[in-house]
């Protein structure tokens, strides 16, 4: 579960739902555990994308900040700053929104805690609709 939460959270595409839901199915008791290593994995994955902002200010071309999601993600981060982290969990817009907050040099706490609580109010949601379904 953490492996494929972590691998989901970073550029690399991944079902980290769909794992969750597969462990949920089999054992449903353990929900609580389940979400808490999705969510450190997950968390952990957009960490990685934010050191990649952080570390990679040089290698990011203007012609990249231009693309559709890349461009709603940086509106969002100017306009908000770390609190932009809460939606870190959207498809499409949450890696770049934590590679743009390193970028930009979001403050690193404050970003952690808003990915960390968005991303963990994503996996709850995932697991309160699974086990309605077991």
Known sequence: M???AFVAATIFPGGS????TG????????WK???IVAS???????????????LGQKAFSSDELEKKSARFAVNLVHKYGYWALLLSWL???GDVLCVFAGWVKCPFLPSLLMITI???LRYLFIASIA???F
């Open 17 to 20: 739902e769909l794992l969750l």
């Open 131 to 133: 086990l309605l379904w």
């Open 91 to 93: 498809p499409l817009i």
């Open 33 to 35: 555990t389940l979400v």
């Open 118 to 120: 968005g991303k963990t």
């Open 23 to 30: 462990f949920l199915s089999s054992d449903p008791e353990r």
């Open 2 to 4: 953490f492996s494929g």
């Open 40 to 54: 450190i994995g997950n968390t952990l994955g957009a960490l990685t994308n934010y050191a990649l902002g952080l």
